[in-house]
């Protein structure tokens, strides 16, 4: 069965890093593109990156272009992504998602990146 897990969320300063990872398990993951997605409270869900399933190709939104990377590790079945000189507006649950996928399953729960001083 599909399960994604994301790690790495947490509190930190404005200007600071983070690095979310997301494992992945239950599917061929170097097969299929990866994307991390963020949600604000009361908001829909917005796509802010997505990575090929090589990871040779990523696409970055605009709104956090230049500041976040996406990678991934197919030996490792795991994807990431290093946030760094976050603002307080990138305080959001943010989410990985096996791209092409509309099933709950392929969605992960969510980790809560909170940016505040």
């Known amino acids: 069965q599909v399960q994604l897990v994301e790690s790495g969320g947490g509190l930190v300063q404005p200007g600071g890093s983070l690095r979310l990872s997301c494992a992945a398990s239950g599917f061929d993951f170097s097969s299929f593109a990866m994307n991390w997605w963020r949600q604000y409270p009361g908001k829909d869900r917005e796509l802010i990156a997505r990575?090929?399933?090589?990871?040779?190709?990523?696409t970055i939104s605009n709104s956090v272009k230049g500041r976040f990377t996406l990678a991934r590790d197919n030996a490792k079945n795991t994807m990431y992504l290093q946030m760094d000189s976050l603002k307080p507006e990138d305080t959001a649950v943010y989410y990985c998602h096996r791209s092409g996928c509309g099933l709950p399953l392929c969605w992960g729960q969510g980790t809560q990146v909170t940016v505040s001083s």
């Open positions: 990575i090929s399933t090589s990871g040779i190709t990523t």
